[in-house]
């Protein structure tokens, strides 16, 4: 097959494949014909070999007759002239043999190539050829031009920067040079630009292959419009359910427990008008709840998508200094700024096993990617929340640990407290979501969130996993950094 920048397919499916079945068949027959000549060709150079060596010994040296030497030849020449009859009979056998090999080696070649080109010509996914010498489309079945809504002979002669967004040209190139280098066979999600202007997106599958003698490329390019569609609402339930638990928490627990308290103190505050002092402790208390509800929902704007904005610039942060000093026994600070002391039957250590792979030490530790103010507080967010899952007349113990995983560290904080269900597990890190059961701070159920949010700012990450009357444990994933801070 010969590259050329035009169509591979000209005529209908049907013309193209009956002429093709039309030529096979006369090759074959032709093959045949001669084939089944070779033998009777043999045998004849055979016989005219015997009469032209009757000949040569009657008129050249002069021995006998014609009729004689064809046939009453002396008995040594007629076992040479048998012999040589016999390797001609031979010869032609053995060329028959190797001939009718080819021929159905030729055979099932035409066969497989009719396939697979059929098998393209008519498969549901769409097929690109790309010549990487030209960087030109040299082929592109019916499936593919009907996706963008070219003729073939539109496509044939383009180049990638014609059928894809320019912007998203630059990712798409990217992951085609990937694909030339041996780098990659799968991309997703390739937008594609029809012919009407809009885009359609892909996930291509390529080979590597020779055409003709010319390396090419040949994409296989499946529509993932439908599946991309059933993502977004997907998407879009998911959240809507997480907007609902949101609204549902905030308004029953923040919005509640600052109104019943405001309500109930004005309806005290009715029935005992000349208890003045009384009243202006009440309303202490009540400026008092609503600062903290004011700090609850300044830290939620503050915070929502924190973990999708970048960061200002790179910095790096020794949180072996940080564990160290939360270690120490002194009082946490919540996002709010408040003071949050650790109970005394609560003990926070540190541990090291040598015998877990990539264990650290704390002085091992080292140093992350992000500002210390935003590593803290995910640390100290999650530490106050372990902290508040025991029962306050029982304690218990806060365990630390850290290993690394190739460019990551991992801080495991684990309690032996109340645990969660699985539907606690997972709406846990929702803004203003509270485990029912778990002792309340000033925090409004948003210090898993804003923890989860700070780790995520710095290009980390926490995972949950906890089990109902047994505990929890948080994965503190933080990016290594190769510098250390700016202030050491």
């Known amino acids: 097959m010969v590259i050329r920048e035009k169509p591979v397919f000209n005529s209908e499916k049907s013309e193209v494949i009956g002429r093709r079945r039309s030529l096979m068949k006369r090759q074959s027959v032709n093959a045949k014909s001669i084939s089944d000549k070779l033998l009777w060709l043999g045998i004849g150079l055979g016989v005219f070999f015997w ?5 040569i010994h009657t008129f050249i040296f002069h021995e006998g007759s014609l009729i004689s030497q064809i ?8 076992w040479m002239r048998l012999l040589v009859i016999a390797l001609l009979i031979m010869f032609s056998v053995y060329a028959q043999l190797i ?4 021929r159905q080696a030729d055979e ?3 066969e497989s190539e009719e396939k697979y080109r059929t098998f393209i010509y008519s498969s549901p996914d769409g097929v690109l050829i790309t010549n990487l010498g030209s960087k030109k489309y040299v082929y592109a079945n019916p499936s593919f031009c009907k996706l963008l809504g070219y003729s073939e002979g539109e496509i044939i002669g383009k180049t990638i920067v014609d059928l894809h967004p320019k912007d998203k040209l630059e990712d798409v190139i990217s992951e085609f040079e990937a694909h030339v280098k041996g780098e990659s066979e799968l991309a997703l999600d390739i937008p ?18 020779v055409i003709g003698g010319e390396k090419c490329s040949m994409a296989f390019i499946r529509d993932i419009t439908e599946r ?6 997907s998407k879009k339930a998911d959240a809507l359910e997480i907007t609902n638990v949101v609204l549902e928490k905030f308004i029953s627990d923040a919005l509640g427990n600052l109104i019943a308290p405001i309500y109930g103190r004005i309806q005290m505050i009715i029935g005992i008008r000349d208890n003045i002092d009384e009243i202006k402790s009440d309303l202490k208390d009540t400026e008092t709840g609503l600062a903290e509800f004011l700090t609850g929902i300044n830290a939620f704007r503050e915070y929502f998508r924190f973990g999708e904005r970048p960061m200002k610039e790179r910095s790096s942060t020794d949180i072996s200094h940080i564990l160290s000093t939360l270690l120490s026994g002194q009082a946490l600070e919540t996002y709010g700024k408040d003071k949050f002391p650790i109970d005394p039957k609560v003990k926070l250590r540190f541990t090291y096993d040598p015998k877990q792979e990539g264990a650290l030490d704390l002085k091992e530790l080292p140093y992350v990617v992000g500002p210390d103010s935003e590593i803290a507080t995910a640390i100290q967010e999650t530490l106050i929340n372990a902290i508040e899952s025991y029962d306050p007349e029982k304690g218990g113990d806060v365990v630390i640990s850290a290993k690394k995983e190739k460019d990551n560290l991992i801080l495991e904080i684990a309690d032996q407290g109340r645990g969660m269900s699985p539907d606690e597990t997972e709406k846990s890190q929702l803004p203003f979501y509270k485990v029912l059961g778990v002792k309340g701070s000033t925090r409004f159920g948003l210090g898993a969130y804003v923890a989860n949010e700070s780790a995520k700012h710095c290009g980390g990450d926490i995972y949950i996993e906890s089990t109902e009357g047994v505990g929890t444990t948080a994965y503190l994933l933080f990016k290594i950094s190769d510098k250390p801070p700016v202030d050491m």
């Not at 046939?71 to 007629?78: G, K, R, S, V």
């Open 51 to 55: 009469i032209l060596e009757s000949a």
């Open 71 to 78: 046939f009453t030849a002396d008995t040594n020449e007629i």
């Open 99 to 102: 001939i009718n090999r080819c």
């Open 108 to 110: 099932a070649l035409r």
């Open 192 to 209: 594609f630009l029809r012919k009407d202007g809009t885009e359609v997106h892909t996930d291509i599958t390529g080979r590597l292959v």
């Open 228 to 233: 991309k569609l059933a993502e977004e609402v």
